[in-house]
């Protein structure tokens, strides 16, 4: 492992691209193997943090642990074929990089989509609410459900008036109301589609600004809110 921190800390020992060099850096970290569990989980993270040190990543958001999930025959095997032959190289830091490329490429695709639902939302509980704030539109996508709580410490309102607005929002459509323990939850449904790759449509209103066109199915949001939050609840009782 002291060899391995060098090698990551000391530019000079290997001169090429970060890319590169993380891809090489993951290799080593997996095949080192230095914990009893979760050294997959840690590779992946240490991959971002690299990139974040970098300078190539502001943020650690590049979640290539989902490219690999979908591709780890091939994962398993170039890792392992790098371990046999010192000529697979290639082929296991190309993989490498078109796992970063492809994440990168979704990431970007959901931010986008995330930047479009919550203007959205904006305009339209800003027409139709009078209690409408940008407090209240950061704490709807700050995370995928918000609370009472949150909506009363943001907005520095009364429980009971927090609770009026969120059920408001729930009987317009803008969030799906649900109960787990003790608290009631109330997921951003625009926002639970995107995280959940559901597919979102965007139409035009007559005065050319963009509006989502969702159709959800309840019973799936319902299902898929009540597991987001379901070990929060459970925190809780």
């Known amino acids: 492992m002291s060899d391995l921190e060098r090698f990551i800390n000391d530019t000079s020992l290997f001169t090429a691209d970060p890319l590169i060099k993380m891809t090489l850096i993951h290799h080593q ?4 193997h230095p914990f009893y569990d979760g050294n997959g989980r840690t590779g992946r993270i240490l991959n971002v943090l690299y990139l974040v040190n970098q300078g190539l990543l502001d ?18 095997r170039l890792l392992q074929a790098v371990r046999d032959h010192d000529d697979a190289w290639e082929d ?3 993989y490498m990089l078109e796992a970063v490329e492809r994440t990168a490429i979704a990431t970007l695709t959901t931010i986008r989509a995330i930047k479009t639902v919550l203007l959205d939302y904006k ?7 009078r209690f409408y704030s940008q407090d209240l539109i950061n704490n709807l996508f700050t995370q995928p459900y918000t609370k009472v709580e ?15 607005y969120l059920d408001a929002l729930a009987d ?9 323990g003790r608290s009631n939850y109330y997921v951003n449904i625009a926002l639970n589609h995107i995280l ?11 005065e050319g600004e963009s509006e989502s066109c969702i ?3 309840r019973q799936r949001i319902m299902q898929r809110g009540a597991g987001m939050i379901a070990m929060k609840g459970n925190q809780q009782t």
């Open 29 to 32: 970290f997996e095949s080192i």
């Open 59 to 76: 943020l650690p958001v590049l979640y290539l642990s989902s490219h690999i999930v979908r591709a780890k025959t091939d994962y398993y």
């Open 92 to 94: 296991w830091v190309l």
């Open 123 to 129: 305009h339209r509980i800003r027409a139709r609410f």
């Open 150 to 164: 949150f909506i009363q410490r943001d907005m520095k309102v009364s429980r009971l008036t927090a609770m009026k």
């Open 172 to 180: 317009d459509g803008f969030v799906l109301k649900q109960r787990a």
């Open 196 to 206: 959940t790759g559901q597919h979102i449509l965007t139409g035009q209103t007559q």
């Open 215 to 217: 159709e959800p199915s």
